[in-house]
């Protein structure tokens, strides 16, 4: 029986999905709240702004029972007009002060915001080469982009609106209680109804919130996958079959959507008609107590009651939406961070030192076994001295172990056993940046950034001017090239080289590497994108590229390798034979075999 196939949007969410989930969490808002501290000045008179504008607006409505019980209850027309110059006054200072309450939380919230971003960007690239191959672009993105932006939200939104509408509950709870103890207590009687109305949806709205931003994050890799893989998705005419794949996606993030609002549509209503059942009871108690012959109480006091009951409710209503808010905030608060808090498999240890070296070193391997996962070894026991000035040559099969050999002595990963030394330092011990700084690097994805051709080949020493740029692009022979384009080397090239063919950016990548001036020089497969002239006239100039170096060619084409000094031999991650050119071939081993193969073709 054929196993059914598995839809790609359940890998997608079975892969995706977050298992470790936390609640609205006040350690989650007194971290975020912690990025506030560099801004402690515009944070602390934003507090200030709050705490005002929550004793503002139940001061107004003070202000109206005094009003009612004094000078129109005293039939005083002098002092009903001051009353309401001064009423004017306060409002006209309300609204002074909520002008700078949002402002300040806008600020605020765009410098945490900058903060965090610039945080996640630094934390990104300490990551090592392993961190990339395992997690998706789009999530890399979300975390920046919608994760961030929630965040922000959370902040300026969120954190102070909930402040000023809590303080003024408490302020309107205070004075209701002070004016009418009888008809506070209807209040009271309410806030059991709030609470499990609240505690009943606030499980199931942050579970939907959830679901929505994990469903985002889909959305934004599929994305980001499918415009990086266009070339393929045409070429093989996939473009209805991935766009259902998408649009499942899609309809998987709507329906998340949906959830959050139908959910928002029942919560929000409850609270609206808790509030409507409260104010008909105060109708009916507070008037009787003004009828009451008994009671005496003055009318303005009840209409005063019903302007503070207002400003009481109001509140929960509004941190009922801002709830909602609060939820993507936290969700996007606690994937942010725990992107923060995945520190990188390996960093430099504080004891590694720089390494300034100004001739060719020697690099040496001593039983080096090396794997990207725990069942996939892809080296095994590799030894070997490349002596200072000398081209080592690596060939072997596809899976062979090549990649491997580069990866690790560009340090983008770590033996898992054996130790790989550099001019007699084992590489555990050189800074990283040090390293990098004295290696020039081309392989076959020929990977250029947006500007202009000279832009990229500066990207090998951004110091360089624009004389030393023609002048390594004329050493490497190929100038006549590069300006026969448009506008020479101030051709402009899209995103990943767009516009260039794949020959000249591999050309634009030599000079990238030449005019870094590396100790350790890296071909990987770099030759495989040029046609056989272009070929010939690189093989000239890397007599002069790799003179004075310690260079590892890495070339499934033999002719590129013939002048090495050394040709290692590899076959499942071993090294099979060791040697020149002639005495492989004298040998008649494996090497002899793909030699013959190749000049069969």
């Not at 944070?43 to 607006?57: K, M």
């Not at 104010?279 to 009840?302: C, E, F, I, K, Q």
Request: aromatic share 10%.
């Amino acid at each position: 029986m054929k196993a059914k196939p598995v839809p790609i949007t359940r890998i997608l969410r079975d892969e995706d999905y977050e298992t470790e989930k936390r609640p609205l969490s006040l350690t989650l808002l007194g971290r975020l709240f912690r990025y506030t501290r560099p801004y402690a000045r515009k944070r602390n008179w934003l507090l200030f702004a709050v705490v005002l504008r929550a004793l503002q607006l139940p001061a107004l409505a003070w202000a109206i029972g005094a009003v009612i019980n004094g000078p129109i209850a005293n039939r005083d027309p002098r002092g009903v007009m001051w009353a309401g110059l001064g009423f004017l006054a306060l409002a006209a200072f309300t609204h002074f002060t909520f002008h700078f309450r949002q402002r300040l939380a806008l600020e605020l919230g765009e410098a945490v915001v900058h903060d965090l971003r610039r945080d996640l960007f630094h934390h990104f690239l300490r990551m090592p080469m392993s961190f990339f191959n395992r997690t998706k672009l789009g999530r890399i993105i979300s975390r920046v982009t919608s994760d961030a932006e929630a965040m922000r939200t959370g902040v300026q939104d969120v954190l102070f609106m909930s402040l000023v509408q809590g303080g003024q509950a408490l302020v309107a709870a205070v004075l209701m209680c002070w004016y009418d103890g009888v008809l506070f207590l209807v209040v009271l009687g309410l806030a059991p109804a709030i609470w499990v109305t609240n505690r009943f949806f606030r499980r199931r709205l942050s579970e939907a919130h959830r679901m929505v931003q994990e469903s985002w994050s889909r959305v934004t890799a599929t994305i980001a996958e499918s415009v990086s893989g266009i070339r393929v998705t045409q070429g093989f005419v996939r473009q209805e079959l991935n766009a259902g794949f998408f649009s499942e996606l899609v309809t998987d993030h709507s329906k998340y959507n949906l959830g959050v609002a139908r959910t928002s549509g029942v919560f929000l209503p409850l609270l609206e008609l808790n509030t409507q059942f409260f104010m008909a009871a105060l109708v009916v108690l507070g008037g009787y107590r003004v009828l009451s012959p008994d009671l005496h109480v003055p009318v303005g006091t009840v209409v005063q009651f019903f302007f503070l009951a207002n400003l009481f409710f109001d509140p929960v209503r509004v941190i009922g939406n801002q709830y909602n808010q609060s939820l993507a905030a936290m969700a996007g608060a606690e994937r942010v961070f725990k992107v923060l808090d995945t520190p990188p498999e390996w960093e430099d240890a504080p004891e590694a030192v720089e390494w300034g070296s100004k001739a060719a070193p020697t690099v040496e391997f001593r039983h080096v076994s090396f794997g990207y996962g725990t069942d996939r070894p892809a080296l095994r026991a590799v030894s070997f001295v490349a002596e200072p000035g000398q081209t080592v040559a690596l060939v072997g099969q596809t899976g062979s172990g090549k990649s491997s050999i580069i990866n690790l002595i560009a340090k983008f990963y770590l033996p898992n056993a054996g130790e790989v030394f550099i001019d007699g330092l084992e590489i555990r011990r050189l800074r990283s940046d040090s390293l990098h700084r004295q290696m020039g690097l081309v392989s076959q994805q020929n990977f250029l950034f947006t500007g202009t051709i000279m832009d990229n080949i500066r990207v090998g020493r951004p110091t360089a001017k624009d004389e030393e740029v023609i002048a390594a692009v004329r050493q490497l022979g190929f100038l006549d090239l590069i300006g026969a384009l448009p506008a020479g080397l101030a051709t402009r090239v899209g995103e990943r080289g767009a516009g260039l063919s794949l020959g000249q950016r591999q050309l634009v990548c030599f000079a990238r590497a030449s005019i870094a001036d590396p100790r350790i020089l890296i071909l990987d497969e770099a030759t495989s994108s040029v046609d056989a002239v272009t070929e010939a006239r690189i093989q000239e100039s890397l007599v002069t590229l790799l003179r004075g170096r310690t260079s590892f060619v890495v070339a499934h084409r033999l002719s590129t390798i013939r002048q090495a000094d050394l040709i290692l031999v590899l076959d499942h991650g071993r090294i099979v034979e060791r040697g020149t050119h002639k005495q492989l071939l004298e040998a008649g081993g494996v090497y002899a075999g793909l030699h013959a193969e190749f000049v069969q073709k």
